[in-house]
């Protein structure tokens, strides 16, 4: 028996596809804790929504709160409060 024979047959390949699979999970994750906090901190009613859709939506729902965040909370300027439009 050879010692390629031996060797588990591709461990290499799973610790790329774990990888694979780990990281895009571990910044999605982030990603949504962060955006949670903001959106509450901004006291929004929906930052459990904007965070779900982060983790699910990724990148498109993270740029698509960056553009409206200032929007999201009772202070934002879609509900009267925030930046003056003079």
Same mark, same amino acid.
């Given at each position: ?16 596809? *774990?990888?694979? %699979? #780990?990281?895009? &999970?571990?910044?999605?994750? !982030? @990603?949504?804790? =962060? ?12 930052? *459990?929504?904007? %965070? #779900?859709?982060? &983790?699910?939506?990724?990148? !498109? @729902?993270?740029? =698509? ?22």
């Amino acid at each position: 028996m050879s010692l390629l024979q031996t060797v588990v047959p591709g461990t290499p390949e799973l610790i790329i596809l *774990l990888l694979i %699979a #780990v990281i895009p &999970f571990a910044v999605a994750v !982030v @990603v949504s804790g =962060l955006i949670y906090r903001d959106a509450k901190k901004r006291n929004s009613g929906h930052a *459990l929504a904007w %965070a #779900v859709g982060g &983790f699910f939506g990724g990148i !498109v @729902v993270w740029i =698509l709160y960056l553009v409206v965040r200032d929007e999201v909370g009772p202070g934002g300027a879609g509900r009267g409060g925030g930046r003056s439009r003079v």
